[in-house]
């Protein structure tokens, strides 16, 4: 039952678990080229003894909310997740929100794409135990007050399309075991909510940052690395971080 199955995950080491996901969206009218190269970077400094897996070409919004709800029903609280996203970002009106619109994350079926709400995608991720690090390049917002004209760089954002894209809501899935405390959350973004966040050709502006700080580094802390990545976007875009939930970002990345 429940209880003798968290007695046992009680009793084993904690684990880290990575979910990356990279969509150049091959074949639309909104293709990149680096989100896959963003993606293999990510997982190439991955510890190896992390299990998870990188998801290029094709990846459904339904299949973020299973692979998800799988994370939420393995994961126990001493377990640290990685979720990195590098693809479209869009933006939705929502009434709610004090600007009128919430962001969303755009994922690819090969033939149409489906729009996560930014809000629905927080609720995926927060159901999963331990510590929750998302890594997100992409833009979330409609209000460009510093799109640039920057040579051989692509916006990596769409307008929203209700003819050429649907929205997928978060929906509860049966659980296994019992519901565990909201984890601590990392939220690693490459842009603020007004700006969008640039595809450069051979990986996103962000990313190519990040872990070239990566590798420059250490101790690599959340916070020395995004502060790396900041002063290399800006003037284009302005990484920043959120901590929440008892997180610290003295966190050391993966």
């Not at 929203?160 to 519901?179: C, D, H, K, L, V």
Request: net charge positive.
């Amino acid at each position: 039952g429940i209880a003798n199955d968290n007695r046992r995950k009680r009793t084993r080491q904690r684990m880290k678990r990575a979910l990356i996901i990279g969509l150049n969206y091959a074949g639309s009218q909104y293709a990149l080229n680096g989100c896959e190269i963003d993606a293999a970077n990510i997982y190439n400094r991955m510890p190896r003894n992390a299990y998870g897996a990188t998801l290029t070409g094709t990846y459904s919004a339904e299949r973020f909310y299973a692979d998800c709800a799988s994370l939420r029903d393995a994961c126990i609280e001493k377990d640290t997740t990685y979720i990195c996203f590098s693809g479209h970002g869009t933006y939705l009106d929502d009434f709610t929100e004090d600007d009128g619109f919430q962001g969303g994350i755009c994922f690819w079926t090969g033939s149409k794409i489906e729009v996560i709400p930014e809000s629905d995608f927080r609720r995926a991720v927060e159901q999963i135990a331990g510590s929750v690090v998302v890594i997100l390049d992409c833009c979330f917002a409609g209000e460009f007050s510093k799109m640039s004209q920057s040579v051989r760089r692509t916006a990596k954002f769409v307008p929203f399309n209700a003819s050429e894209m649907r929205i997928q809501q978060f929906m509860t899935r049966p659980q296994t075991r019992a519901a565990a405390p909201k984890p601590k959350m990392y939220w690693l973004l490459a842009c603020a909510f007004n700006e969008v966040s640039y595809d450069t050709g051979n990986g996103g502006l962000f990313t190519s940052a990040f872990v070239r700080a990566y590798d420059t580094f250490k101790p690599r802390s959340i916070k020395r690395l995004m502060e790396y990545a900041k002063i290399k976007c800006e003037p284009d875009q302005t990484p920043n971080f959120k901590c929440e939930n008892g997180a610290r970002p003295t966190k050391t990345i993966f």
